[in-house]
């Protein structure tokens, strides 16, 4: 039976030092969880060359759409988690994590099962030409092999930072990452493997991780855990847990959405050196927001707890306590992105036409990242409080109400040019949407 007394420090903790104690872990195995693809970019890019970077800039938004739909269930429970715990309910919450996983495992079904029947006419789809088919091919044959560690993986991180246990999620994320960053050169270079060693190595680093997490069950070592009778979908869980993710899948998957109709105009206006350019700095800049999607993910068991157990003054220091940690810790980022573009253009590639291009580029795509920061913190909060509304607004605002119209309008205008300018037009208008909800709340809470 799972410990109600083990997440009292969630209500009785001062703020900042509360998260910065789940939230670190977390910002710390999320940027090490990009270091994936990032690491894969890198060595594929200096072994094999830009076809290679752009062919696995193509396979990236696939990836995207599983990790999407396994973050939708996982944070969408783990909201439910945390106010259970909240109001000491710890059944309820042992049975959304059953579900949460069960759910998991046949959605990744079913979709690796249409990826391998029609792995071709998908990469055609999301943007592979005649030159990056061979290398998109090869990844993806392998990786989405991997797809039921990547996606088990994701969801367990999410659950297990929902009873503040972030440092356990972070372990399982480092030993992944840094596996993979050991065996990809190894695999690229030591045994020639090229674009293929970049895949095998990715999945047997995936596999190490998600067996890590999963053993935190095996050996009691959660607060949540479950009976193989839980291992179940409950559709009155799953059903609010989808709501809740929902805006969670959005961000996710409007990334995704947003890489395809991104490669697909690049290659219309620009060919696969566009393409390239866009995966370096869109790699780049993933190391950037990683930091902050990981404080605020330590934000959410905090709001979520205390909004359960009705400490609404500490649900509101909290927001702002957030708000503040994640806008300092995107200026750092920044900077070496506004300040130093060349030097992270050089990480990807030795040619140095493509190094000077993709800088202009990276500082145009980044103008207003800093920013962008408030309106991932409030997207979050909503969903920790559990208004799916506001969070379901929030999570379709950059990405769909405005990202896409802009991309789809702004290069019949400006070509290639226009897909950048998106970008920043995006990220200045959706945190002002945030900031209105926001404020909005706060005065709602004020009054209750």
């Given at each position: 039976m799972e410990n109600p007394q083990k997440t009292l420090y969630l209500e009785r903790e001062r703020i900042f030092p509360l998260l910065i104690k789940i939230g670190l872990p977390a910002a710390v195995g999320m940027t090490v969880n990009a270091l994936y693809n990032v690491v894969d970019t890198i060595f594929v890019g200096q072994s094999v060359g830009p076809l290679a970077i752009a062919a696995l800039s193509i396979v990236f938004p696939i990836q995207m759409i599983v990790s999407a739909l396994a973050q939708a269930i996982g944070v969408g429970t783990a909201s439910i988690i945390s106010r259970r715990l909240g109001e000491k309910r710890p059944d309820e919450a042992a049975a959304a994590a059953g579900t949460a996983y069960a759910a998991v495992t046949g959605v990744t079904l079913i979709l690796v099962i249409a990826l391998f029947a029609f792995m071709r006419p998908i990469l055609s789809f999301f943007g592979a030409s005649a030159e990056t088919m061979p290398y998109a091919m090869e990844y993806t044959g392998i990786v989405g092999a991997g797809f039921f560690f990547f996606s088990l993986s994701m969801c367990a991180s999410s659950l297990i930072r929902a009873e503040g246990n972030t440092r356990a999620a972070m372990v399982g994320m480092v030993i992944g990452a840094l596996l993979n960053v050991v065996l990809d050169p190894l695999f690229i270079f030591g045994f020639g493997m090229g674009v293929k060693g970049a895949a095998i190595a990715t999945v047997i680093s995936q596999i190490a991780s998600c067996?890590?997490?999963?053993?935190?069950?095996?050996?009691?070592?959660?607060?949540?855990?479950?009976?193989?009778?839980?291992?179940?979908?409950?559709?009155?869980?799953?059903?609010?847990?989808?709501?809740?993710?929902?805006?969670?899948?959005?961000?996710?998957?409007?990334?995704?959405?947003?890489?395809?109709?991104?490669?697909?105009?690049?290659?219309?206006?620009?060919?696969?050196?566009?393409?390239?350019?866009?995966?370096?700095?869109?790699?780049?800049?993933?190391?950037?927001?990683?930091?902050?999607?990981?404080?605020?993910?330590?934000?959410?068991?905090?709001?979520?707890?205390?909004?359960?157990?009705?400490?609404?003054?500490?649900?509101?220091?909290?927001?702002?306590?957030?708000?503040?940690?994640?806008?300092?810790?995107?200026?750092?980022?920044?900077?070496?992105?506004?300040?130093?573009?060349?030097?992270?253009?050089?990480?990807?590639?030795?040619?140095?036409?493509?190094?000077?291009?993709?800088?202009?580029?990276?500082?145009?795509?980044?103008?207003?990242?800093?920013?962008?920061?408030?309106?991932?913190?409030?997207?979050?909060?909503?969903?920790?409080?559990?208004?799916?509304?506001?969070?379901?607004?929030?999570?379709?605002?950059?990405?769909?109400?405005?990202?896409?119209?802009?991309?789809?309008?702004?290069?019949?205008?400006?070509?290639?040019?226009?897909?950048?300018?998106?970008?920043?037009?995006?990220?200045?208008?959706?945190?002002?949407?945030?900031?209105?909800?926001?404020?909005?709340?706060?005065?709602?809470?004020?009054?209750?």
């Open positions: 067996a890590y997490l999963f053993s935190l069950y095996a050996r009691g070592k959660v607060v949540v855990s479950f009976r193989r009778a839980q291992l179940r979908i409950r559709g009155d869980i799953l059903g609010p847990a989808i709501a809740l993710g929902t805006p969670s899948f959005i961000h996710s998957a409007g990334m995704s959405l947003i890489m395809l109709l991104v490669n697909t105009t690049l290659g219309r206006y620009g060919g696969d050196g566009a393409i390239t350019t866009y995966g370096m700095v869109n790699k780049l800049n993933s190391l950037v927001i990683m930091p902050v999607l990981g404080i605020v993910q330590g934000f959410q068991p905090i709001a979520g707890y205390n909004y359960g157990a009705k400490r609404y003054d500490r649900v509101k220091a909290s927001l702002r306590t957030t708000l503040a940690t994640a806008f300092g810790l995107s200026l750092a980022g920044y900077a070496f992105m506004m300040l130093l573009p060349r030097v992270g253009m050089s990480f990807f590639t030795r040619d140095p036409v493509l190094i000077e291009s993709s800088a202009r580029v990276l500082r145009i795509v980044v103008m207003f990242v800093p920013v962008a920061s408030i309106q991932i913190t409030g997207s979050t909060y909503f969903q920790a409080i559990g208004k799916s509304a506001e969070a379901l607004v929030l999570g379709m605002s950059r990405q769909f109400l405005l990202l896409v119209p802009f991309i789809l309008i702004l290069p019949r205008f400006f070509g290639v040019e226009g897909v950048w300018m998106a970008y920043p037009l995006a990220d200045i208008i959706a945190t002002s949407i945030t900031l209105v909800l926001l404020l909005r709340d706060m005065r709602k809470m004020k009054m209750a």
